[in-house]
Nanobody
Framework: QLQLVESGGGLAQPGGSLRLSCAAS????????IGWFRQAPGKEREGISC????????NYAGDVKGRFTISRDNAKNMIYLHINSMKQADTGVYYC??????????????????????WGQGTQVTVSS
């Protein structure tokens, strides 16, 4: 069974930091592009970052660029999202996702959730003072 499980969400203060983790099981991340998505209350799910299977570079949505960092550790089959300088607008459920795209150096799927076929269950992040 192909599975992603997020962890690390919780309550954070404005200006604070969190690290979200996403553990993959049932498959190897080596040939998969990965993405993080966020769904704020009352809003549609939006793409915030993605990284290609073989890429060293990542794409970010405009409002998170410079504050969020996506990373992957294929040896551990893990995906991470580091969130810094948190804002109340970062509140939402965060999902990690993966799609099979072998040997790709650039991810262009940041705003295309329909392309991903493996999803985690989501982890809640709340930013509040």
């Amino acid at each position: 069974q192909l599975q992603l499980v997020e962890s690390g969400g919780g309550l954070a203060q404005p200006g604070g930091s969190l690290r979200l983790s996403c553990a993959a099981s049932g498959f190897s991340l080596d040939d998969y592009a990965i993405g993080w998505f966020r769904q704020a209350p009352g809003k549609e799910r939006e793409g915030i970052s993605c990284m290609a299977s073989a890429g060293r570079f990542a794409n970010y949505a405009g409002d998170v660029k410079g504050r969020f960092t996506i990373s992957r550790d294929n040896a551990k089959n893990m995906i991470y999202l580091h969130i810094n300088s948190m804002k109340q607008a970062d509140t939402g459920v965060y999902y990690c996702a993966a799609v099979l795209v072998p040997a790709s150096n650039m991810c262009t799927l940041i705003h295309r959730p329909g392309k991903y076929h493996i999803w985690g269950q989501g982890t809640q992040v709340t930013v509040s003072s």
